[in-house]
């Protein structure tokens, strides 16, 4: 079993920070891909950033310069920092983890991808 935890979403003044984390643990060979994503109101899912177990990273280009995403490999744990926040950030956002997991046995290992329960994440005055 794979478990992913997210937190750190809320409401927000505009031109404020947020910094989400999202954890995961469980039966858990290895962690390739930590993703972030974002559904705005009324919008599809979105990719706003991810980042690879050796560290690259990938940003929606809107985003660059503002949202920074980085992981912590030894805690299985990604985060995204997000600064200068406008209200059409205003969406839940969503953490993604793709990895191996251990089945049966530790010599049987499977793909894995998870998704967190989304995190409000609301930019108003």
């Known amino acids: 079993q794979v478990q992913l935890v997210e937190s750190g979403g809320g409401l927000v003044q505009p031109g404020g920070s947020l910094r989400l984390s999202c954890a995961v643990s469980g039966s858990i060979f290895s962690v390739f891909t930590m993703g972030w994503y974002r559904q705005p109101p009324g919008k599809e899912r979105e990719l706003v950033a991810n980042?690879?177990?050796?560290?690259?990273?990938n940003y929606a280009d809107s985003l660059k310069g503002r949202f920074t995403i980085s992981r912590d490999n030894a805690k299985n744990t990604v985060y995204l920092q997000m600064n200068s926040l406008k209200p059409e950030d205003t969406a839940v956002y969503y953490c993604n983890v793709k990895g191996l997991r251990y089945g049966a046995s530790t010599r049987d290992l499977s793909n894995f991808s998870i998704w967190g329960q989304g995190t409000q994440v609301t930019v108003s005055s």
């Open positions: 980042i690879l177990s050796g560290g690259s990273t």
